[in-house]
Protein backbone atom coordinates (compact mmCIF):
# COMPACT_ATOMS: atom_id res chain seq x y z
CA UNK A 1 0.00 0.00 0.00
CA UNK A 2 1.47 3.52 -0.95
CA UNK A 3 1.48 5.70 1.88
CA UNK A 4 2.98 9.55 2.01
CA UNK A 5 3.45 10.86 5.65
CA UNK A 6 4.16 14.28 5.58
CA UNK A 7 5.60 16.17 8.87
CA UNK A 8 7.34 19.42 10.20
CA UNK A 9 4.56 21.40 9.92
CA UNK A 10 3.67 23.94 12.69
CA UNK A 11 3.02 27.94 13.64
CA UNK A 12 6.19 30.20 12.77
CA UNK A 13 6.76 33.26 12.34
CA UNK A 14 7.31 35.73 9.49
CA UNK A 15 10.10 36.18 8.14
CA UNK A 16 11.48 32.50 9.30
CA UNK A 17 12.32 28.82 8.06
CA UNK A 18 10.70 25.46 8.64
CA UNK A 19 11.35 22.32 6.62
CA UNK A 20 8.86 20.31 5.81
CA UNK A 21 9.43 15.84 5.20
CA UNK A 22 7.23 13.42 3.54
CA UNK A 23 7.83 9.58 4.34
CA UNK A 24 7.29 7.33 1.37
CA UNK A 25 6.54 3.22 1.14
CA UNK A 26 4.70 1.30 -0.41
CA UNK A 27 6.53 1.81 -3.93
CA UNK A 28 9.77 2.17 -5.39
CA UNK A 29 10.08 5.82 -4.71
CA UNK A 30 13.57 6.21 -6.92
CA UNK A 31 11.34 5.51 -10.11
CA UNK A 32 9.24 8.49 -9.73
CA UNK A 33 8.79 12.19 -9.69
CA UNK A 34 7.71 14.06 -6.56
CA UNK A 35 5.75 17.24 -5.81
CA UNK A 36 4.61 19.09 -3.34
CA UNK A 37 1.15 21.12 -3.31
CA UNK A 38 -0.47 23.90 -0.70
CA UNK A 39 -3.84 24.36 -0.27
CA UNK A 40 -4.36 27.46 1.56
CA UNK A 41 -7.67 27.62 4.55
CA UNK A 42 -10.89 27.80 2.30
CA UNK A 43 -8.91 28.16 -1.15
CA UNK A 44 -7.80 25.87 -3.73
CA UNK A 45 -4.87 23.83 -4.69
CA UNK A 46 -1.55 25.63 -5.61
CA UNK A 47 1.47 23.46 -7.37
CA UNK A 48 4.62 24.13 -5.64
CA UNK A 49 7.46 22.42 -6.31
CA UNK A 50 8.33 19.02 -8.23
CA UNK A 51 11.13 17.05 -9.12
CA UNK A 52 12.33 14.43 -10.96
CA UNK A 53 13.49 10.91 -10.20
CA UNK A 54 16.75 11.47 -9.72
CA UNK A 55 16.73 15.11 -8.68
CA UNK A 56 17.69 16.00 -12.24
CA UNK A 57 15.19 18.49 -13.20
CA UNK A 58 13.42 20.56 -10.29
CA UNK A 59 10.47 23.07 -11.10
CA UNK A 60 8.66 25.46 -8.61
CA UNK A 61 5.72 27.16 -9.00
CA UNK A 62 7.11 31.72 -9.80
CA UNK A 63 5.99 33.05 -6.30
CA UNK A 64 7.86 30.51 -4.39
CA UNK A 65 11.16 30.20 -6.83
CA UNK A 66 14.09 31.66 -5.20
CA UNK A 67 11.94 31.04 -1.00
CA UNK A 68 11.38 27.29 -1.19
CA UNK A 69 14.34 24.50 -1.91
CA UNK A 70 12.67 20.87 -2.80
CA UNK A 71 14.85 18.36 -2.03
CA UNK A 72 14.81 14.70 -2.09
CA UNK A 73 16.57 11.32 -0.32
CA UNK A 74 16.24 8.45 -2.42
CA UNK A 75 18.13 6.14 0.55
CA UNK A 76 16.02 7.58 2.60
CA UNK A 77 12.97 7.46 0.57
CA UNK A 78 11.61 11.03 1.81
CA UNK A 79 10.73 14.33 0.24
CA UNK A 80 11.84 17.88 1.88
CA UNK A 81 11.18 21.66 1.36
CA UNK A 82 13.18 23.72 2.79
CA UNK A 83 10.66 27.44 3.32
CA UNK A 84 12.80 30.08 4.05
CA UNK A 85 11.38 33.80 4.54
CA UNK A 86 7.87 32.75 5.18
CA UNK A 87 5.20 34.83 4.69
CA UNK A 88 1.92 35.19 6.27
CA UNK A 89 0.03 34.07 2.55
CA UNK A 90 2.20 30.81 3.03
CA UNK A 91 -0.34 29.60 5.39
CA UNK A 92 -1.30 26.27 4.17
CA UNK A 93 -2.12 22.07 4.45
CA UNK A 94 1.07 21.15 2.54
CA UNK A 95 0.76 18.09 0.75
CA UNK A 96 3.23 15.82 -0.76
CA UNK A 97 2.01 13.70 -3.96
CA UNK A 98 3.62 11.30 -5.79
CA UNK A 99 4.10 11.35 -9.73
CA UNK A 100 2.92 8.53 -12.28
CA UNK A 101 5.88 9.31 -13.99
CA UNK A 102 9.79 9.40 -13.41
CA UNK A 103 10.22 13.31 -15.22
CA UNK A 104 8.70 16.59 -14.53
CA UNK A 105 9.64 18.26 -17.83
CA UNK A 106 6.78 17.33 -20.82
CA UNK A 107 3.38 16.57 -20.47
CA UNK A 108 2.17 15.45 -17.05
CA UNK A 109 0.60 12.45 -16.49
CA UNK A 110 -1.43 13.31 -12.87
CA UNK A 111 -0.57 12.47 -9.69
CA UNK A 112 -1.79 9.82 -8.26
CA UNK A 113 -0.89 9.06 -4.51
CA UNK A 114 -1.18 12.27 -1.81
CA UNK A 115 -0.44 12.35 1.81
CA UNK A 116 -2.68 13.87 4.40
CA UNK A 117 -1.06 17.51 4.45
CA UNK A 118 0.63 19.27 7.31
CA UNK A 119 -0.34 22.12 8.18
CA UNK A 120 1.83 25.35 8.13
CA UNK A 121 0.27 28.90 9.54
CA UNK A 122 2.51 31.71 9.79
CA UNK A 123 1.99 34.67 11.79
CA UNK A 124 3.51 36.69 14.23
CA UNK B 1 0.92 34.20 -16.34
CA UNK B 2 -0.87 31.15 -17.75
CA UNK B 3 -4.10 30.23 -16.13
CA UNK B 4 -6.54 27.15 -16.22
CA UNK B 5 -10.84 28.47 -15.87
CA UNK B 6 -12.45 26.66 -14.46
CA UNK B 7 -16.73 27.65 -13.24
CA UNK B 8 -17.33 28.25 -9.81
CA UNK B 9 -19.73 25.83 -8.96
CA UNK B 10 -21.68 23.35 -11.08
CA UNK B 11 -25.58 21.66 -9.88
CA UNK B 12 -27.04 18.55 -10.85
CA UNK B 13 -30.18 16.41 -9.68
CA UNK B 14 -29.16 12.52 -8.69
CA UNK B 15 -29.03 10.69 -12.03
CA UNK B 16 -28.09 13.50 -14.22
CA UNK B 17 -25.61 14.52 -16.33
CA UNK B 18 -22.31 16.61 -14.66
CA UNK B 19 -20.36 18.41 -16.98
CA UNK B 20 -17.19 20.35 -15.44
CA UNK B 21 -15.08 22.77 -18.20
CA UNK B 22 -11.31 23.59 -17.67
CA UNK B 23 -10.38 26.30 -20.52
CA UNK B 24 -6.43 27.09 -20.98
CA UNK B 25 -4.60 27.67 -23.91
CA UNK B 26 -2.02 25.18 -24.05
CA UNK B 27 -4.69 22.50 -23.27
CA UNK B 28 -4.21 21.79 -27.37
CA UNK B 29 -0.99 20.36 -26.90
CA UNK B 30 -0.85 19.70 -22.63
CA UNK B 31 -2.88 16.37 -21.07
CA UNK B 32 -5.48 17.85 -18.46
CA UNK B 33 -5.97 15.65 -14.97
CA UNK B 34 -8.88 15.75 -12.65
CA UNK B 35 -8.73 15.90 -9.17
CA UNK B 36 -11.94 15.30 -6.60
CA UNK B 37 -11.78 16.46 -3.45
CA UNK B 38 -14.52 15.89 -0.70
CA UNK B 39 -14.49 17.94 2.13
CA UNK B 40 -11.87 17.52 4.55
CA UNK B 41 -10.09 15.33 2.37
CA UNK B 42 -6.93 15.04 0.01
CA UNK B 43 -7.90 15.13 -3.54
CA UNK B 44 -7.94 12.14 -5.63
CA UNK B 45 -6.70 11.26 -9.39
CA UNK B 46 -9.85 10.67 -11.03
CA UNK B 47 -8.90 10.94 -14.98
CA UNK B 48 -5.41 11.55 -16.25
CA UNK B 49 -4.40 12.19 -20.21
CA UNK B 50 -7.21 13.80 -20.96
CA UNK B 51 -9.47 10.92 -20.44
CA UNK B 52 -8.11 7.88 -18.75
CA UNK B 53 -9.42 6.42 -15.30
CA UNK B 54 -7.29 5.11 -12.69
CA UNK B 55 -8.42 1.65 -11.49
CA UNK B 56 -11.11 2.41 -9.13
CA UNK B 57 -12.59 4.90 -10.61
CA UNK B 58 -16.59 4.55 -11.00
CA UNK B 59 -17.47 4.50 -15.30
CA UNK B 60 -19.23 7.12 -14.72
CA UNK B 61 -16.44 9.52 -14.49
CA UNK B 62 -14.91 10.46 -17.79
CA UNK B 63 -12.73 13.34 -19.07
CA UNK B 64 -12.35 14.62 -23.17
CA UNK B 65 -10.61 17.20 -24.72
CA UNK B 66 -11.48 19.35 -27.49
CA UNK B 67 -9.17 22.50 -28.38
CA UNK B 68 -8.76 24.75 -25.73
CA UNK B 69 -11.06 23.04 -23.40
CA UNK B 70 -11.11 19.85 -21.12
CA UNK B 71 -14.06 18.60 -19.87
CA UNK B 72 -14.77 15.77 -16.91
CA UNK B 73 -18.16 14.47 -17.54
CA UNK B 74 -19.80 12.51 -14.77
CA UNK B 75 -22.45 10.35 -16.12
CA UNK B 76 -25.44 9.55 -13.80
CA UNK B 77 -24.10 11.73 -10.52
CA UNK B 78 -24.54 10.43 -7.34
CA UNK B 79 -25.35 12.40 -3.92
CA UNK B 80 -21.97 10.62 -3.23
CA UNK B 81 -20.00 12.63 -6.13
CA UNK B 82 -20.36 16.17 -4.54
CA UNK B 83 -16.57 17.28 -3.92
CA UNK B 84 -14.94 20.35 -5.49
CA UNK B 85 -13.56 19.04 -8.73
CA UNK B 86 -9.72 20.61 -10.35
CA UNK B 87 -8.27 20.34 -13.30
CA UNK B 88 -4.55 20.08 -13.84
CA UNK B 89 -1.72 20.67 -16.19
CA UNK B 90 1.13 22.41 -17.18
CA UNK B 91 2.04 25.81 -19.10
CA UNK B 92 3.26 26.03 -23.09
CA UNK B 93 7.09 25.35 -21.67
CA UNK B 94 5.73 22.02 -20.05
CA UNK B 95 8.12 22.85 -17.23
CA UNK B 96 5.67 24.38 -15.10
CA UNK B 97 2.12 22.76 -13.47
CA UNK B 98 -0.53 24.46 -12.42
CA UNK B 99 -4.44 23.48 -10.84
CA UNK B 100 -7.54 25.20 -12.35
CA UNK B 101 -9.42 27.87 -9.60
CA UNK B 102 -11.93 24.20 -8.41
CA UNK B 103 -15.27 23.97 -9.14
CA UNK B 104 -17.94 23.16 -6.77
CA UNK B 105 -19.98 20.26 -7.40
CA UNK B 106 -23.30 20.10 -5.91
CA UNK B 107 -25.91 16.83 -6.29
CA UNK B 108 -28.83 17.33 -5.01
Known amino acids: EVQLVESGGGLVQPGRSLRLSCAASGFTFDDYAMHWVRQAPGKGLEWVSG????????VYADSMKGRFTISRDNAKNSLYLQMNSLRVEDTALYYCAKDRGPSIVGATTGLDYWGQGTLVTVSS | SYELTQPPSVSVSPGQTARITCSGD??????ACWYQQKSGQAPVLVIYEDSKRPSGIPERFSGSSSGTVATLTISGAQVEDEADYYC???????????FGGGTKLTVL
Open chain 2, 26 to 31: ALPKKY
Open chain 1, 51 to 58: ISWNSGSI
Open chain 2, 88 to 98: YSTDSSAHHRL
